[in-house]
């Protein structure tokens, strides 16, 4: 069981910068694939970056490439999700997730394959 919380969220204006922390219980997480997801009222959870164990791969959706940056430090059992030049569209409850890959490289965008799961923290974005 690996236990994911997150931080780092808050309210800004759009164009600002924020960096969402996901801390892992577990040494385990190093072994894991890690992916941020966002979520708003009614709409279905929606894959924003993932990043593979090793932290070799990393993927993002389209919305946000070259804006956001995923990362991680499995010496700190940590990640991270740095987001930039952030617009209105972006406010959601963002949540950590983790899927147990090692050795595998994989990283999925389907929130049904992630097993651990944050509690999510709100970034809210206004014009």
């Known amino acids: ?3 994911l919380v997150e931080s780092g969220g808050g309210s800004l204006q759009a164009g600002g910068s924020l960096r969402l922390s996901c801390a892992a219980s577990r040494r385990t997480f190093s072994s894991c694939a890690m992916g941020w997801f966002r979520q708003t009222p009614g709409k279905e959870r929606e894959f924003v970056a993932g990043i593979s164990w090793s932290g070799m791969s990393s993927y993002y959706a389209d919305s946000v490439k070259g804006r956001f940056t995923i990362s991680r430090d499995n010496n700190k059992n ?44 709100q970034v809210t974005v206004s014009s």
Request: aromatic content about 12%.
């Open 78 to 121: 940590t990640g991270a999700l740095q987001m930039n030049s952030l617009k209105p569209e972006d406010t959601a409850v963002y949540y950590c997730a983790a899927q147990m890959t090692f050795p595998s490289e994989t990283v999925t965008a389907a929130p049904d394959e992630y097993t651990y799961w944050g509690q999510g923290t």
């Open 1 to 3: 069981q690996v236990q």
